[in-house]
């Protein structure tokens, strides 16, 4: 007797969707496809200099240290750099808060293991992370999405929803969002902390892109409001800002819960790459008190978000909306109703450009004429080129 190995697969995983850049992924590169697909930052950014640096002095300095087993809170020194960075940004913080993830994408997995059982709920933004809801999925959770419009989710549909869901938590990216590029205002912000402290669930922001700020006051992160004392979780990453191949974030969590998050990571990695993280730290101390560091990315993603923004403004269909940004790397772009993004894929892929389908971002109910660009990963000239491609294969559905 031989059961097909599939028969061993759990519940949980025979529900679990591929990430859309994987179902898509053999179309999505190549050489002459121009791809507004992937959230790849421009390797042109990539300090490879200054990590070299980095990993030479952490290997020539403590060899012994980095290449050895390591605790599962995180190298003291680089907590110590994500604690300043997190305090500069307005939200005081020490190192003993602090664990340091295999990106950001592992604290999501985490709280997905250490807070949620098979049934609870979780509101999200609409459209919001997929990849968040794939994890969070995992760990059984049930993810209801949360009314939401262009200064991100509404309060008093918030309310609704947990008087009728009672969540356990809700997940937020408000600066930047992926997809839609948008930032919650302070003022939304205020009226989000409340209902949030009112009815006594926690937050998760999840907050990769916030550095990568080209317009406007930077504002700091919703889990610093000091109503949402011992109820926030924030994820933070260097996978924008540095290199996401590196595979280093940093979770800030309630003194009750930390414990339980290093546990739970222990179980799952034991720790972060110890290599990894003390160059990370001394890359920070080195290089990353320079306020102006980022500039150069900011100025050609404003660039390349304007080049894009304006592209689609003269070619798309009329009736056609979009995100304006002020940082990030999406703008989310609404084609009039009828059209169906899913459909307008192939097309494009015919024509040598690429994108997201705004299926991909729903958890419920998805919109699709919706559709998400990114604008970080190619200069202007393939930007202009890119969206005449698509404004074609529009035109040719
Ligand atoms: N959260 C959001 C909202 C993201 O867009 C991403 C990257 N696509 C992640 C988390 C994961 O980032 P990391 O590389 O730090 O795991």
Redesign the pocket.
Known sequence: MSRPAEEFISRRMASHRPAPLRKYGPWLRGPNIISFA??LPDPEFFDHRGLREAYDHVLDTDPGRALQYANGEGEPDLREQAARMLTEEGYATEPADLMI????????SLIGTVLIDPGDVILVESP??M??VRAFGLSGATMISVETDLDGIVPDDLQAKINQYQPKLVYL?PTF???TGITIPAERRDAIAEVISRNDILLVE????SELRFFGESLPPLASDPRLEGRAIL??????VLA?GV???WLRAPAALKPLFVSAKQAADMHTSAIDQMAAAYYADQYMHDQHRLDPVRAAYRERCECMGSWIDKLFPEGTRRTYPDGG?FIWVGLPDGYDTDQLLGPAIESGVTFLPGSSFYADNPVRSNFRLSFCTHGTEKIEEGVKRLAAAIESL
């Open positions: 992937g959230g993830t295999t990106g950001s994408q592992q604290g999501i919001t992370y990849s968040a990216i969002q992926n997809p999840d907050d990769p892109y994820l933070s990453t260097l996978s924008k996401p595979r280093i974030g790397m």
